[in-house]
């Protein structure tokens, strides 16, 4: 599935919409979001309906996605 994008401020930052908690463990869609977060001066939003119901855990998987994360709290 294709996301749609959405222009934060010009050029810095971009939003993926419609994006579900499956998206973000899968390879391709991890790929082209990184792309967009490099492109766009580092600055990603992903809005999706059941986005609110990831763990914590699956959320620091999907932020390690971008590079390590320094610090891990629970």
Do not use: C
């Not at 810095?12 to 998206?23: K, R």
């Not at 986005?51 to 971008?66: G, R």
């Amino acid at each position: 599935m294709t996301h749609p994008t959405v222009s934060l401020n010009g050029n810095f930052g971009v939003a993926l919409e419609q994006v579900s908690p499956d998206d973000l463990g899968d390879p391709v869609f991890r790929a082209r979001a990184y792309d967009l977060w490099f492109a766009h001066g580092g600055l990603l939003a992903v809005r999706g309906e059941r986005l609110a119901d990831i763990s914590p855990t699956k959320l620091m998987e999907w932020a390690e996605n971008f590079g390590a994360v320094e610090q891990k709290t629970q």
